[in-house]
Nanobody
Framework: QVHLVESGGGLVQAGDSLRLTCTAS????????MAWFRQAPGKEREFVAA????????YYADSVKGRFTVSRDSAKNTMYLQMNSLKLEDTAVYYC??????????????????WGQGTQVTVSS
């Protein structure tokens, strides 16, 4: 069992920045992936960003590319999401997740089997 804990959400204005943190109690496997998803009210959960511990590659949704940056601290089993130039449409509950998806499934929430409780990000005008 792996526990994930997110933090760093809050209420900000459009154009501001926030950094989310996700700490895992353990790493499920050396080739595990970690990802951020988000879910806005009335919408399905959507992929935001991800990486695999064994590579330097990072993956982003088109909607956040160039504004969000995912990073890691391997020694701490911790993942970060730096969110810049926040927009109203970034308002959502942000979840971190971990699993062992194949590359083609990296953006699918069904490919991850451990999830955090979520942290609310609200962007106001």
């Amino acid at each position: 069992q792996v526990h994930l804990v997110e933090s760093g959400g809050g209420l900000v204005q459009a154009g501001d920045s926030l950094r989310l943190t996700c700490t895992a109690s353990a790493r499920t496997n050396r080739d595990a992936a970690m990802a951020w998803f988000r879910q806005a009210p009335g919408k399905e959960r959507e992929f935001v960003a991800a990486f695999r511990w064994t590579t330097d590659n990072t993956y982003y949704a088109d909607s956040v590319k160039g504004r969000f940056t995912v990073s890691r601290d391997s020694a701490k089993n911790t993942m970060y999401l730096q969110m810049n130039s926040l927009k109203l449409e970034d308002t959502a509950v942000y979840y971190c997740a971990t699993g062992r998806p194949i590359l083609s499934a990296l953006r699918l929430s069904s490919a991850y089997y451990y999830w955090g409780q979520g942290t609310q990000v609200t962007v106001s005008s």
